[in-house]
């Protein structure tokens, strides 16, 4: 369990914080070959057609499987934005086919699915390992091949060929930690977290912290804590006696939150509390004891209340949650089934815009030239091509034991629903 619990939260510490169909619209604009910052697409991807004939295009899938299905999540919202396409009559007469790839939670299982997706597939879609960066040796000796994933390595992240729909970049929207300040007022002055002794989050508390501290919090308590750590009691009473008032642990997993939660109240200590990203799951509440233990806590994410809070009003969520069913009846989707989701309509977009005899090479032009990315605003915009997020972000809160929105425009205005005051600040050293 602590194996499992740490490499959930090295992989959701990635957050950071398109086609014209109906499930996944936003605007594509035009950008010069290579995207910004990117070298040129190979000339020998041009007339590279792997794993395409006219009828379909095969895209592989790598993510690790093992562990109990550790990342199926991400293998599921692939396969199910695929079904989706398909039902539609696929891409200019082509079906999606996925080939799903277990990497057995090795680096060497990454490196070599990398390796055959390289010799079978079109492209990776879609999939998502702690071990990418094994694979990402494979892609920087193959920049004609397009990977269209989530990438938790930085070195992966920067190669030309590598396309995320939310892209690595250091820092943290200022816009919800300016609200808290209003909403917490001093308090803020008192802040706490908890942080891995991983690079990962380590790496990404520092980015939030910067930001913290510009806007003018004061972090009274940060300490690090192990992999086999579930029973937080000595931290939450170092941090009653510290003074904390407001407690973020939005760069905390599932489930180690939900076990700090239960400390808490133990404790009957109730400081204010901030998640994120990788604490918003449907397991969080009844983990953490039931609704008590969560109601009243703040979310702060750059993405919809996709695992159901906006299925009635964001189109796209609903369209996710069906197809996500017809994949794999009665899955459970998590964070890692809508970065699956997101990278194949990102890759769908460019497979659309790579014309009627599509190749490796032109894929990888279409994708240089996505310069707005949303997937039908499931999450925040964002620019593939040059690797950036945009300021904007949602806020939620728990209330009887469930996600909503809190203070965020509606979305019928000309944010989609999120909230995009401030900007997105990234430290220097980034």
């Not at 804590?225 to 997993?253: C, R, S």
């Not at 239960?262 to 990788?278: C, E, S």
């Not at 233990?293 to 996709?306: I, M």
């Not at 194949?344 to 599509?358: E, H, I, Y």
Request: aromatic share 10%; glycine share 10%.
């Amino acid at each position: 369990m602590a194996a499992l619990g740490m490499v959930m939260l090295v992989a959701t510490s990635a957050v950071a914080c398109s086609s014209t169909n109906s499930a996944s619209t936003s605007t594509t604009s035009s950008g010069g070959t290579g995207g910004s910052g990117r070298s040129a697409v190979p000339s020998s991807a041009f007339s590279d057609h792997t794993g395409i004939t006219s009828t379909s295009v095969n895209v592989a899938n790598v993510s690790t499987l093992a562990l109990g299905g550790l990342f199926k999540g991400a293998t599921v919202g692939t396969q199910a934005y695929a079904d989706y396409v398909n039902s539609t009559g696929g891409v200019n007469g082509r079906k999606i086919m996925v080939d799903g790839a277990d990497d057995n939670y090795t680096g060497t299982g990454n490196k070599q699915a990398t390796q055959n997706a390289v010799t079978n597939d079109a492209a990776l879609v879609g999939g998502f390992s702690t071990f990418d960066s094994f694979g990402g040796t494979v892609l920087a000796q193959n920049p004609g091949v397009p990977d269209v994933t989530q990438v938790l390595d930085p070195k992966t992240n920067t190669l030309p060929n590598v396309y995320s729909p939310v892209p690595l970049e250091g820092g943290w929207q200022e816009g919800p930690l300016q609200y808290f300040k209003t909403k917490f007022g001093s308090s803020v002055k008192n802040v706490g977290t908890l942080v891995a002794n991983l690079p990962s989050p380590e790496a990404d508390w520092a980015g939030e912290k910067y930001v913290m501290e510009k806007v003018g919090y004061n972090v009274v308590y940060d300490q690090t804590y192990g992999e086999t750590q579930f029973d937080f009691t000595p931290n939450v009473i170092a941090m009653k006696n510290a003074g904390v008032k407001v407690l973020f642990i939005d760069q905390m997993a599932e489930i180690y939150a939900s076990a700090l939660l239960k400390n808490l109240a133990q404790q009957n200590f109730h400081p204010q509390i901030v998640l994120g990203a990788a604490t918003y799951s449907n397991a969080l509440v009844q983990a953490a004891g039931g609704p008590d233990a969560v109601n009243g806590s703040y979310l702060d994410q750059n993405a919809s209340l996709y695992l159901g809070g906006d299925q009635s009003t964001i189109p796209a969520v609903a369209t996710f949650l069906h197809w996500v069913n017809v994949a794999s009846p009665g899955f459970k989707p998590d964070l890692f089934t809508m970065y699956g989701w997101v990278s194949a309509s990102l890759f769908v977009q460019a497979l659309r815009n790579a014309g009627t005899n599509p190749s490796r090479g032109s894929i990888l032009t279409a994708l240089s030239k996505i310069t707005t990315f949303n997937g039908g605003h499931i999450v925040t915009t964002a620019d593939p091509a040059a690797r950036t997020v945009s300021n904007c972000y949602l806020l939620g809160h728990v209330v009887n034991g469930q996600f909503e929105r809190l203070d965020d425009p509606p979305v019928s205005s000309s944010t989609n629903g999120y909230r995009c005051d401030y900007q997105y600040v990234t430290p220097p050293s980034s």
